[in-house]
């Protein structure tokens, strides 16, 4: 009788013993063969994060499940969690959708396998069809389904959705400037147009970069002056002129109305 209590005693020490290791951690073995007790290992914080860039959508044939192509750290499989796509408004004109992922938080230095980038995909379904309203994703990057190839729609550009081709507005003139072979932050003078004709100055800054005014060579900038014609596509550039007048718009183009350029300036020229 003894014998069988002491054996239920040393069974009911090594029970209470293993829940014990259980709640403190795990056993390893010392330099002097002891065991020792580690702590629990915690799972490291999250945060949550916007993706690194938007690259593309598309819209399932039911025309409301929604696919967002993003761009996040990668491509180990740890490197990012928890990727989603969330409806958080809409309106008669636009969706809005926002794509986040979860990491681990902290400013260590990344894991090798997430130190590069790679595509990772989110779906979502849109409360109804999009038709031809404009996708807002994170706020930054707008796509839409008119004039796209579906199952794909469209990224939207600098100047929206549906920028006016032509027209005497500041939009189109925004997209005339584009289709100049011009450096950067080049900037527009005062325009002349009457819906199919436009003319305007651009400068360029030319010299070192330096406060204007602070002296020779400083806030120097090379001017243009351009004229165009409206086609289906946009304004199209046709002649380039530093004259007065309207005599190098009309050696190429005698259709150009002499209103717009008659009065016209010589322009300057930097010495």
């Not at 025309?63 to 990727?83: F, N, Y």
């Not at 796509?85 to 990344?110: E, F, K, L, M």
């Amino acid at each position: 009788m003894r014998r069988t209590r002491s054996l239920l005693a040393v069974v009911l020490l090594s029970a209470v013993g293993l829940l014990l290791l259980g709640a403190c951690g795990t056993l390893r073995a010392g330099s002097d063969g002891t065991a020792t007790a580690t702590e629990p290992t915690e799972p490291a914080p999250r945060q949550t994060f916007a993706p690194i860039r938007v690259s593309a959508a598309r819209l399932a044939d039911d025309r409301r499940t929604l696919s967002v192509d993003v761009e996040v750290p990668g491509p180990g499989k740890t490197c990012v969690g928890d990727l989603k796509a969330v409806v958080t408004d809409t309106s008669d004109r636009t969706v809005w959708v926002q794509v986040t992922y979860s990491a681990p938080a902290g400013g260590g230095t990344p894991r090798t396998d997430c130190r590069t980038t790679a595509t990772a995909t989110a779906t979502v379904r849109l409360p109804s069809p999009l038709g031809h309203r404009v996708l807002s994703v994170d706020n930054f990057t707008a796509f839409t389904a008119d004039g796209a190839d579906p199952p794909h729609l469209r990224l939207c550009g600098e100047l929206g959705c549906h920028p006016a081709p032509t027209g005497c507005t500041s939009a189109s003139y925004d997209q005339a400037v584009m289709a100049l072979d011009v450096p950067n932050h080049t900037s527009r003078g005062d325009e002349r147009c009457d819906g199919k004709w436009l003319v305007f100055d651009v400068s360029s800054r030319m010299g070192p970069a330096c406060p204007e005014g602070a002296g020779p060579g400083c806030g120097a900038s090379l001017t243009d002056r351009w004229f165009f014609r409206a086609e289906k596509s946009g304004w199209k550039p046709m002649a380039r002129s530093t004259k007065g007048g309207c005599t190098d718009v009309h050696a190429i183009e005698p259709a150009f109305p002499t209103a717009l350029c008659a009065d016209l300036p010589p322009l300057k020229r930097p010495n």
